[in-house]
């Protein structure tokens, strides 16, 4: 079942979305090289916790983290490790569910730690631009095949390939909420966007093929078949009588660079 929030509801997970934006931001300026993803975790759990907010990643079908922190090739739902560092060049996908009083927010942000090279600063521009464009068709009337439609189309006409096994969904009473939203599709197909729906848009954009493996250790890790790096955005976005009502910011992550 789909659930409509009222305004009153999408301005409370507008806080919990604001408090995620400075989150990721906050551990954002900690990737530097030799750094490991447990450390980031630490603090990001931290710094949740400190200002009212719960993880709801740490604990979520066991999973043992706050955040999901992905390095070059692992598309998402990396854990954190002691024993992985991050080195010059890595590209460091972040992300992370918040609840802050009762209402929940979800994002992702794809770091590097130094200098990238030109081919994963292309990546990560088109992947991010795949968000936007995705956004953009978050309107009442549109249908959930609009918005996978025209996230593929940007990143494959760039010569990028969609990951198919994960995808989008509802948020904001919970972390996982009807309906799913692919990043793929077919325009004029899938559930029908309303006012009052609040979804995450979240494009995982391949380097090489669309092919994926899940780690048989861990049961989470999801790697590139080929070892290519991957990228990863996402925004919670609010279905509003005006067009698309972003709810999440990269706003703190931007001002620091």
Not at 96 to 112: H, K, M, P, Q
Not at 151 to 165: A, F, L, P, T
Request: glycine share 12%.
């Amino acid at each position: 079942m789909i659930l409509l929030k009222t305004q009153e509801e999408i301005e409370l997970i507008r806080d919990s979305a604001r408090l995620l934006g400075k989150t990721l931001a906050e551990v954002g300026r900690h990737i530097c090289p030799g750094v490991t993803t447990a450390f980031l975790d630490k603090i990001g759990e931290q710094y949740i916790r400190d200002n009212g907010g719960i993880p709801l990643c740490k604990g979520y079908e066991g999973f043992p983290a706050a955040f999901c922190i992905s390095v070059n090739n692992v598309v998402v739902h990396g854990i954190p490790s002691d024993d992985v560092f991050i080195k010059e060049g890595d590209n460091v996908s972040l992300d992370c569910v918040i609840e802050l009083n009762g209402y929940v927010a979800d994002s992702a942000y794809t770091f590097t730690c130094g200098e990238a090279t030109p081919e994963m600063q292309r990546l990560l521009k088109v992947t991010k631009e795949a968000l936007y464009i995705g956004l953009d068709k978050c309107k009442a009337g549109n249908r959930v095949g609009d918005i996978g439609h025209a996230v593929q189309q940007h990143c494959e006409k760039n010569g990028y390939s969609i990951v198919r096994e994960l995808c989008g969904h509802g948020v904001g009473l919970k972390m996982h909420e009807s309906p799913n939203v692919p990043n793929y599709g077919v325009p004029g197909t899938g559930a029908l966007l309303k006012e009052g729906m609040v979804i995450a848009v979240e494009p995982m954009v391949c380097m090489g093929s669309k092919n994926v493996v899940f780690s048989r250790e861990d049961g989470w890790t999801c790697r590139t078949k080929d070892g290519k790096p991957a990228a990863h955005f996402e925004h919670t976005v609010a279905i509003g009588a005006n067009g698309p009502d972003i709810l999440t910011t990269f706003d703190f992550i931007e001002e620091q660079k």
